[in-house]
């Protein structure tokens, strides 16, 4: 089984606009969708659209729980999130531009996390998770969930033997790469961030990180992306197709590169159907959407070269 935590999910509010955004205007939108959000619920949208069996966990604010749970069941997501007593889960704001010219988000605050709901969350865990299940943990941290509390959940799930993936950033991500977490995706940024912290020469460190890490995914953005798995060392270049919009294609990357990945650990399999149901994302207007048809097409355009 593979669990999905989505520890801050989201309701997305996409904008779709007539004209490029533009400061100190009235910038008006000519329609607007809802869409799940959160990287974790994304993860697990793209398991359900493989096929591939799936749990989306995590904390949804009790005050539009219902609205939450309707998306979520339109997505056909198998979930049981904690309703969060007197939480709003928040809405992120997509404004999309005309002619594919990109998007911009805004995403509002989250609801607080209080000591009873973190414990209902480890419990479940405690109680399901075996050593032949996958657990990703992947977005920002609500209020109050802090890092003690995110060293505790992938705490347990190592202890439990689980594979643990983190989507995560900022010190959430240096939290998992201490604990020593099976998968991380960090983009260009982030992963400078990272090597810094390791203080040796960036060769050095980012030796050392693969062999604290089973399996890095660096995204390089334009160059694609770089994954080391068992001490090599892969370059993958997405196919070229034609951007809609790119919200959530890194978390359908994530979702479908572990749903390969979960059925029997091919690398390079799973960098292919990732980086193909990503491309095949970015084509639609939504936050998760993706043809897992098309992406089987797109999989042959997908570039992969051993360094
Ligand atoms: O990556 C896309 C997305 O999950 C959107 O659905 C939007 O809700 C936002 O990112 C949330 O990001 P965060 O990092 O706050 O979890």
């Known amino acids: 089984m593979i ?130 299940d996958i657990v990703l943990i992947a977005g920002s941290l609500p209020e109050n969930f802090q890092m003690h509390d995110l060293k505790d959940l992938i705490q347990l799930a190592k202890a439990k033997q689980a594979f643990v993936a983190c989507d995560l950033s900022g010190e959430a991500l240096l939290q998992a790469v201490q604990l020593g977490v099976d998968f991380i995706k960090p983009n260009e940024f982030e992963l400078a961030e990272l090597l810094n912290e390791k203080k040796d020469s960036t060769g050095e460190a980012f030796e050392r990180l693969t062999q604290e890490i089973t399996c890095i995914v660096a995204s390089k953005g334009e160059q694609g992306s770089v994954c080391c798995y068992e001490g090599k060392q892969y370059q993958v270049i997405a196919p070229e197709v034609k951007e809609v919009n790119d919200t959530g294609a890194g978390d359908c990357f994530v979702g479908a590169f572990l749903a390969e990945f979960s059925k029997c650990r091919d690398i390079i399999a799973a960098l292919k159907r990732g980086s193909a149901c990503a491309a095949s994302k970015v084509q639609y207007e939504d936050s998760s959407y993706f043809n897992p048809r098309e992406a089987e097409q797109l999989m042959k355009q997908v570039k992969i070269t051993e360094l």
């Open 3 to 132: 669990y999905t935590i989505t520890l801050n999910p989201a309701i997305d509010r996409l904008l779709f606009l007539d004209k490029t955004l533009t400061k100190r205007k009235t910038n008006r939108a000519s329609k607007i969708t809802y869409d799940i959000g959160g990287k974790g619920t994304h993860g697990s949208y793209a398991m359900t659209q493989l096929g591939v069996e799936n749990l989306a966990l995590g904390f949804a604010g009790e005050r539009n729980f219902e609205a939450f749970e309707q998306i979520v069941k339109q997505k056909g997501i198998t979930h049981s999130f904690i309703p969060i007593p007197e939480g709003l889960t928040r809405e992120s704001i997509v404004a999309i531009e005309p002619e594919n010219q990109g998007s911009t988000m805004l995403t509002e605050p989250s609801f607080f996390v209080r000591d009873a709901e973190k414990k209902q969350l480890l419990d479940f865990l405690d109680e399901q998770l075996t050593s032949e």
